[in-house]
Antibody, heavy 117, light 113 residues
Framework: QVQLVESGGGLVNPGGSLRLSCATS????????MAWIRQAPGKGLEWISH????????YYADSVKGRFAISRDNAKNSLYLQMNSLRAEDTAVYYC??????????WGQGTLVTVSS | DVVMTQSPLSLAVTLGQPASISCRSS???????????LSWFHQRPGQSPRRLIY???SRDSGVPDRFSGSGSGTDFTLKISRVEAEDVGVYYC??????????FGGGTKVEIK
């Protein structure tokens, strides 16, 4: 059974940093692309980053490029999102997701990040 | 970038009646391999999204057959043949054709009238 469990969300000051983690199980993690998708309160879904199984070719949406860094540890079956220079508009629920065949098959439960002083 | 536009923004439907949601893309979603990577997701309040349909019209396992997807090129539709109470929430279309810049539609909120 595939499981994706996010952690690391919380309240952070503008300009601060936070690192999200996604612990996975139930599938061959190193063989899969992984992604982060976010949803601001009351808003729609935004695909913000993904990374290949080997950890190469990370992609970032323009809204987070230069401030966020996606990474993975295949030995720990874990995905990460390092978020720096956080802004109020980064406030959102952040979902870890597993893309398959150009769609999204599995989602985590999400972790809330609130950027506020 | 491909822009995904959904309509209507919200929909109030009587139980047992049909519902239809439109999704239009700013570019064709036909991939060079011949597939069209258009998916539909449903999100209930307080829950993670769940995929209903992939590649335009393929239903995911466990999805009731009252849900159907259709369309081609730039115009796509999700239909619910008879709305049930559990169908409330927000529906999103998603394009996976134009990698790596993937995109969701803005969402359509379905409520019971």
């Amino acid at each position: 059974q595939v499981q994706l469990v996010e952690s690391g969300g919380g309240l952070v000051n503008p300009g601060g940093s936070l690192r999200l983690s996604c612990a996975t199980s139930g599938f061959s993690f190193s063989a899969q692309y992984m992604a982060w998708i976010r949803q601001a309160p009351g808003k729609g879904l935004e695909w913000i980053s993904h990374i290949s199984g080997s950890g190469s070719n990370p992609y970032y949406a323009d809204s987070v490029k230069g401030r966020f860094a996606i990474s993975r540890d295949n030995a720990k079956n874990s995905l990460y999102l390092q978020m720096n220079s956080l802004r109020a508009e980064d406030t959102a629920v952040y979902y870890c997701a597993r893309p398959d065949d150009s769609s999204i098959t599995y989602w985590g439960q999400g972790t809330l990040v609130t950027v506020s002083s | 970038d491909v822009v995904m536009t959904q309509s209507p923004l919200s929909l109030a439907v009587t139980l047992g009646q049909p519902a239809s949601i439109s999704c239009r893309s700013s570019q064709s979603l036909v991939h060079s391999n011949g597939n069209t990577y258009l998916s539909w997701f449903h999100q209930r309040p307080g829950q993670s999204p769940r995929r209903l349909i992939y590649k335009v019209s393929s239903r995911d396992s466990g999805v009731p057959d009252r849900f159907s997807g259709s369309g081609s090129g730039t115009d796509f539709t999700l239909k619910i043949s008879r709305v049930e109470a559990e169908d409330v929430g927000v529906y999103y279309c998603f394009q996976g054709t134009h990698w790596p810049r993937l995109a969701f539609g803005g969402g359509t909120k379905v409520e019971i009238k």
